[in-house]
Nanobody, 129 residues
């Protein structure tokens, strides 16, 4: 079983930066594709970014492309989300997720929460204007 723990959230002014971390324990996730999702109050959980098991490919929501960067360090069993140029609309709880499935990238499986099997408890990011 995999446990995921996010950290690094907080309160930041618009235009600022935060770096989220997601540490995995229980077993290695070096063979698992992983992603970040977020959920704002009253809204559905939405895709933010995805990284393949070896970090060779990354995918982003249009709303964060060019501002956020997902990366991973398999030696540390950790995935990161560097968030720059933050906007008030980025305010949400951010969740880390890992998939144990063979994802169909041509059909953008990575977008959908139900393709992921393990989730963290979330970390709050609040961006003030």
């Amino acid at each position: 079983q995999v446990q995921l723990v996010e950290s690094g959230g907080g309160l930041v002014q618009a235009g600022g930066s935060l770096r989220l971390s997601c540490a995995a324990s229980g077993r290695t996730v070096s063979n698992n594709p992983m992603a970040w999702f977020r959920q704002a109050p009253g809204k559905e959980r939405e895709f933010v970014a995805h990284i393949t098991w070896n970090g060779g490919s990354t995918y982003y929501a249009d709303s964060v492309k060019g501002r956020f960067t997902i990366s991973r360090d398999n030696a540390k069993n950790t995935v990161y989300l560097q968030m720059n140029s933050l906007k008030p609309e980025d305010t949400a709880v951010y969740y880390c997720a890992a998939s144990s499935r063979r994802l169909a990238y041509y059909s953008r499986d990575y977008l959908y929460p139900n393709k992921y099997d393990y989730w963290g408890q979330g970390t709050q990011v609040t961006v003030s204007s």
